[in-house]
């Protein structure tokens, strides 16, 4: 009796494992379709970026002379000019840096493949307001204020990486508590605050990536307030948890 009790536990074990194998291969294989370099040899050269806020066009020269590929932005990204931050990325992957830039004051950026090279798209929310002259100005950036004091705390410089199809927020909290040692708090009024993360391919990324990305999916207003402790996001959402049923 008991051999058989340990011969259907084994039965059962091997079958969860079996369903946790497929579910992760079709996870890649749905984040391969959406991210085509994440298998591309090329795309995983490595190169070291130390800037300021660089230019987008910058970084793109770096990843082309790195890569040997063709990177370019759709004709309505031309004045795209995404917030990088202030990048101290030794030896990065130049996959992780492409997906950086597609989640940089980007919606719904992505790269899609082209002949030798591959494309950004998305809407820009952060561009080069066009002159009445000509040229462009200095870009509009509504959220740059709420993002520098995370960029500034160097305890959120803290690298991670991340691979999942749209994970619950508290799975993301969880890795960044467990990374930064910081205390990360929903605000009350946020308990049941479900925002779609969609799928992340973040390697060596930083937590404040993390965090911002956060504060900006599926939330009105969203921000991060410092504490005694770490931070607590605060704001008005979009997308909430039905409540249980009484």
């Given at each position: 009796?008991?051999?058989g009790?340990?011969?259907?536990?084994?039965?059962?074990e091997?079958?969860?494992q079996?369903?946790?194998?497929?579910?992760?291969?079709?996870?890649?294989q749905?984040?391969?379709?959406?991210?085509?370099f994440?298998?591309?040899?090329?795309?995983?050269?490595?190169?070291?970026?130390?800037?300021?806020s660089?230019?987008?066009?910058?970084?793109?020269?770096?990843?082309?002379k790195a890569t040997?590929?063709?990177?370019?932005?759709?004709d309505?990204l031309?004045?795209?000019?995404?917030?990088?931050?202030?990048?101290r990325?030794?030896?990065?992957l130049?996959?992780?840096?492409?997906?950086?830039?597609?989640?940089?004051?980007?919606?719904?950026?992505?790269?899609?493949?082209?002949?030798?090279?591959?494309?950004l798209?998305g809407?820009?929310?952060?561009?080069?307001a066009?002159?009445?002259?000509?040229?462009?100005s200095q870009?509009?950036d509504?959220?740059?204020?709420?993002?520098?004091?995370?960029?500034?705390d160097?305890?959120?410089?803290?690298?991670?990486?991340?691979?999942?199809e749209?994970?619950?927020?508290?799975?993301?909290?969880?890795?960044?508590?467990?990374?930064?040692?910081?205390d990360?708090?929903?605000?009350?009024?946020?308990?049941?605050?479900?925002?779609r993360l969609?799928?992340l391919v973040?390697?060596?990324?930083?937590?404040?990536?993390?965090?911002?990305?956060?504060?900006?999916r599926?939330?009105?207003n969203?921000?991060?307030?410092k504490?005694?402790?770490?931070?607590?996001?605060?704001?008005?959402?979009?997308r909430l948890?039905p409540?249980?049923p009484?």
């Amino acid at each position: 009796m008991a051999q058989g009790r340990v011969a259907n536990k084994a039965e059962v074990e091997r079958k969860l494992q079996k369903e946790r194998d497929a579910k992760n291969r079709a996870v890649w294989q749905e984040l391969a379709r959406r991210h085509p370099f994440l298998y591309d040899p090329k795309a995983r050269a490595r190169l070291s970026i130390v800037a300021k806020s660089p230019p987008l066009s910058d970084v793109l020269d770096q990843l082309r002379k790195a890569t040997g590929l063709q990177l370019v932005v759709a004709d309505n990204l031309m004045n795209h000019d995404p917030d990088l931050g202030d990048m101290r990325l030794p030896k990065v992957l130049a996959l992780s840096l492409l997906q950086l830039i597609a989640d940089a004051d980007l919606d719904k950026g992505r790269w899609v493949k082209i002949d030798g090279g591959y494309r950004l798209e998305g809407v820009s929310k952060r561009a080069r307001a066009t002159s009445p002259h000509g040229g462009t100005s200095q870009p509009h950036d509504a959220d740059s204020g709420a993002k520098m004091p995370l960029r500034r705390d160097s305890r959120l410089a803290v690298r991670l990486n991340i691979f999942a199809e749209d994970p619950p927020v508290g799975e993301i909290l969880d890795e960044l508590r467990t990374a930064t040692t910081l205390d990360l708090v929903l605000a009350d009024d946020l308990t049941r605050h479900d925002p779609r993360l969609g799928e992340l391919v973040m390697r060596n990324a930083p937590a404040f990536s993390f965090m911002e990305m956060i504060a900006e999916r599926d939330l009105e207003n969203g921000r991060w307030v410092k504490t005694d402790t770490g931070y607590r996001l605060e704001g008005v959402s979009k997308r909430l948890r039905p409540l249980p049923p009484p």
